[in-house]
């Protein structure tokens, strides 16, 4: 059950680098991609962490709603 539910999880965690558009951003370079994320974690753990992790969730959130604002209006 574990197995499964750690399964989901990761699917759907590449299915957010897909959605944010960064597999066609870095050509599906997999080093670029790695790259890139470790650059976000850095800046996650930096000085200001906790104004770029709020600034993300707002972002996120934003993008998720205008999402399901524009399926709803189809």
Request: glycine letters at 10%.
């Amino acid at each position: 059950m574990q197995r499964r539910e750690r399964t989901r999880h990761l699917i759907e965690l590449g299915g957010l680098v897909q959605k944010a558009g960064l597999v066609e951003l870095a050509v599906d370079d997999r080093a670029t991609l790695y790259g890139a994320l470790l650059d976000l974690a850095g800046r996650a753990r930096g000085d200001d962490a906790g104004d770029v992790l709020a600034l993300w969730k707002r972002r996120g959130k934003r993008a998720f709603d205008a999402e399901s604002d524009a399926k709803e209006a189809r």
